[in-house]
């Protein structure tokens, strides 16, 4: 059974910096690449960041381009999101995702979300 | 930027009903977009990709069609099950980009 379990949500005030991990199982880790989707309280999904499956090759949203690093731990079976700068609008729920293949298409499983709250 | 336009924003139906969902893209993606159910408090689940390609373990009742800009999602008879939010979500170019999702209610 495939399963992303995430931690590391909070609390940070304006211009702090987080990171989020999710461990993953059920699956061969490093058969697929990662995404990060996130979604404000009571809005809609907005896709954030995708690495590849060996960490190569990364890919932001622009709104997080020089303040979010996405990176993985093959051994570790572990994706991570460090956010820095970060801003009253990155509040939201972060989920973490599984690619459907190694393209960074589609997402067909996902964490149980972990809820970053940016406020001073 | 890709944008994604999702029509109705709300559709009230009753159960055994069709449902039928619109998803608009901004430019041409050829058959790359994709559908997803979240329920209240849960994660989204994939439903389709490829524009009518059932994913794992997803119900019959459930298709998809359309390529170029123009998508649509179908459920056939609406289970109790069902009622929930639908976003479509595109695959080409950067950055990724989900539609802003039609809410389907119980009427």
């Known amino acids: 059974e495939v399963q992303l379990v995430q931690s590391g949500g909070g609390v940070v005030q304006p211009g702090g910096s987080l990171r989020l991990s999710c461990t993953a199982s059920?699956?061969?880790?490093?058969?697929?690449?990662m995404h990060w989707v996130r979604q404000a309280p009571g809005k809609g999904l907005e896709w954030v960041s995708l690495?590849?499956?060996?960490?190569?090759?990364?890919f932001y949203r622009d709104s997080v381009k020089g303040r979010f690093i996405i990176s993985r731990d093959n051994s570790k079976n572990s994706l991570y999101l460090q956010m820095s700068s970060l801003r009253p609008e990155d509040t939201a729920l972060y989920y973490c995702?599984?690619?459907?293949?190694?393209?960074?298409?589609?997402?067909?499983?996902w964490g149980q979300g972990t809820l970053v709250t940016v406020s001073s | 930027e890709i944008v994604l336009t999702q029509s109705p924003a709300t559709l009230s139906l009753s159960p055994g009903d069709r449902a039928t969902l619109s998803c608009r893209a901004s430019?041409?993606?050829?058959?790359?977009l994709a559908w997803y159910q979240q329920k209240p408090g849960q994660a989204p689940r994939l439903l389709i990709y490829?524009?009518?390609n059932r994913a794992t373990g997803i119900p019959a009742r459930f298709s998809g069609s359309g390529s170029g800009t123009d998508f649509t999602l179908t459920i056939s008879s609406l289970e109790p099950e069902d009622f929930a939010v639908y976003y479509c979500?595109?695959?080409?170019?950067?950055?990724?980009?989900f539609g802003p999702g039609t809410n389907v209610e119980i009427k």
């Open positions: 995702a599984k690619d459907l293949d190694s393209n960074g298409y589609y997402l067909d499983y």
């Open positions: 059920g699956f061969t880790f490093d058969d697929y690449a």
């Open positions: 690495i590849n499956w060996d960490g190569d090759n990364t």
């Open positions: 430019q041409t993606i050829s058959n790359y």
């Open positions: 490829d524009a009518s």
């Open positions: 979500q595109h695959r080409t170019g950067w950055p990724r980009t």
